[in-house]
């Protein structure tokens, strides 16, 4: 493994992932990209992680793509540089552990859309998280016209990437944008404790969860329909016969 990522266990649960190009601001570049994917799969692969964390060194979460490498595609190696990038979008968006984004300073474009794919945000004061593609004529990438919406709803999103604006911490907080706001020098202990919370949870019960949430329900009925298949499975799961056990002895449930 080369330089571009640090790989840490600040739990023995939790497995973190931090974004190495600080003098860079953390570009999340071709190679971080197709480095990251690694990483990650392993990670996912691993039943020693309960949790993940995604942050940057240096007090930048992530500046974005490279942009001195852009300006040099044409349709089709433009379009093959996306599926490449989607890869690694559906297997973040699809990860059954639940998954947290530490943002210290900048997530602007690739690394907005990085925080937005993670379940849950824990962020700096001095945060900003930033939606500048119009301002290269390129429209959001990394799912963002999916997941800012999902966050904070459609009109504000709407406004935000059309305005190709950058929001501050307290209004990211207001809209829901992040989850948690704290000092700056407390970012990485906040993102660590919500991951351990998540990580305590049943593993089986929160990878279903992620699964029904991800099937985006469209009616009810089809929501029931989840609903029946995912519960009729964690029904005989060793986690269920676990809570249940813990709620009759009257102590915290531990799940395997």
């Not at 330089?3 to 860079?24: F, G, M, Q, T, Y």
């Not at 301002?135 to 305005?163: K, S």
């Not at 990211?172 to 906040?190: H, I, N, P, T």
Request: glycine content about 8%.
């Amino acid at each position: 493994m080369s330089d571009l990522l640090v790989i840490d266990r600040p739990d023995d649960r939790v497995l973190r992932i931090a974004l190495n190009r600080p003098e860079k601001r953390n570009p999340f570049d071709t190679a971080t990209r197709d480095e990251f994917y690694g990483v990650l799969d392993e990670a996912l692969e691993d039943d020693t992680v309960r949790a993940l964390i995604i942050t940057g060194k240096g007090g930048t979460f992530c500046a974005g793509g490279d942009v001195a490498t852009m300006g040099s595609y044409d349709e089709r190696t433009g379009s093959d540089r996306m599926a490449k990038n989607h890869v690694v979008v559906r297997r973040l968006a699809s990860a059954p552990k639940p998954v947290v984004a530490a943002v210290e300073g900048f997530a602007m474009g690739a690394g907005a859309g990085l925080a937005l794919l993670c379940d849950a945000i824990a962020a700096g004061q001095g945060a900003k998280i930033g939606f500048p593609f119009f301002n290269l004529g390129l429209v959001p990438d990394y799912g963002i016209a999916h997941t800012l919406p999902q966050r904070i709803g459609f009109g504000p999103a709407r406004l935000i990437l059309m305005q190709a604006r950058t929001v501050k911490s307290d209004e990211a907080l207001r809209l829901g944008l992040f989850d948690e706001v704290v000092a700056d020098a407390d970012v990485q202990q906040s993102a660590l404790d919500l991951a351990k919370r998540l990580a305590a949870q049943p593993a089986g019960a929160q990878a279903r969860l992620k699964r029904m949430l991800n099937a985006e329900p469209t009616s009810l009925d089809h929501a029931l329909d989840l609903e029946r298949t995912y519960q009729a499975m964690s029904f005989i799961s060793p986690d269920h016969q676990e809570g249940v056990a813990a709620f009759k002895e009257k102590r915290a449930p531990k799940f395997s």
